[in-house]
C-alpha cells in the first residue's frame, strides 16, 4: 500500500500546478492591456506555464486515479513513470517545434538549452524507473519529474511576470534621463 505521505505530496504537487496555471491566464489575460507588445516569447513562456501545470495536474490526478484501485507500489509508480516520461518528451517536441532562438540574448539561448537537457533528463529517468533499471520502480524518480517541471514554471511564470516591470523601469529611467539632459541646457 502507498505511504500516505507520497499520495499527499502528490495532491500538493496538483494543487500546485493548478494554481500556477490559473494566475498565469490571469496574467496572461491582464498584461495584454498594461503592455504595448505581445512577443513570441512572452506568449511560449505562458503556453509553458499552462500546458506543463495542467499535464502535471493530470499526470497527479492520473496516479491518484491508480493508487485507488489497489495496485502495487511498483506498478504504481512504473505506470506513473511511463506517463511522466511520455507527457515530457511530448512537450520537449512541442515546444521545440515552437522555439524562436534567432531573436533572443546568447544567456536565453543557454538557459533554454539547459533546461531542454534537464526534460530530457527526465524523461530517461522516468523510462528507467518505469522499466526498472537502475530503479526498482520507485516514488522518487518520478516525483523529482514534478519538481523539476515546476521549476521550469517557476521560472517561465517570473520572466512572465518581471520582463513588462523592467521594460517600464528601463522606460522611466530613459525618460528621466532625456529630463535631465534638456534641464543640463
Not at 83 to 94: D, N, P
Request: glycine share 6%; charged share 15%.
Amino acid at each position: 500500500m502507498t505511504p500516505l505521505k507520497e499520495m499527499s505530496q502528490i495532491i500538493v504537487t496538483l494543487e500546485s500546478c493548478v494554481v500556477l496555471a490559473g494566475f498565469a491566464a490571469i496574467v496572461g489575460t491582464l498584461q495584454p492591456k498594461k503592455t504595448r507588445r505581445i512577443t513570441k516569447g512572452r506568449i511560449v513562456s505562458l503556453a509553458m506555464i499552462i500546458y506543463i501545470s495542467l499535464v502535471n495536474a493530470l499526470l497527479a490526478a492520473f496516479t491518484l486515479i491508480l493508487a485507488n484501485f489497489g495496485i502495487s507500489d511498483q506498478t504504481l509508480w512504473s505506470a506513473s513513470s511511463f506517463a511522466m516520461s511520455l507527457a515530457t518528451a511530448f512537450s520537449i517536441t512541442y515546444l521545440w517545434i515552437k522555439k524562436r532562438l534567432r531573436t533572443v540574448s546568447k544567456i536565453s539561448k543557454i538557459i533554454y538549452f539547459a533546461l531542454f537537457g534537464g526534460a530530457g533528463c527526465m524523461v530517461i529517468i522516468n523510462l528507467l524507473n518505469a522499466f526498472g533499471l537502475g530503479f526498482n520502480r520507485e516514488y522518487g524518480p518520478y516525483f523529482l519529474s514534478f519538481v523539476f517541471n515546476l521549476f521550469i514554471v517557476g521560472y517561465a511564470f517570473t520572466r512572465l511576470l518581471m520582463r513588462p516591470l523592467w521594460a517600464v523601469v528601463i522606460e522611466n529611467e530613459q525618460q528621466h534621463a532625456r529630463k535631465s539632459q534638456a534641464g543640463t541646457r
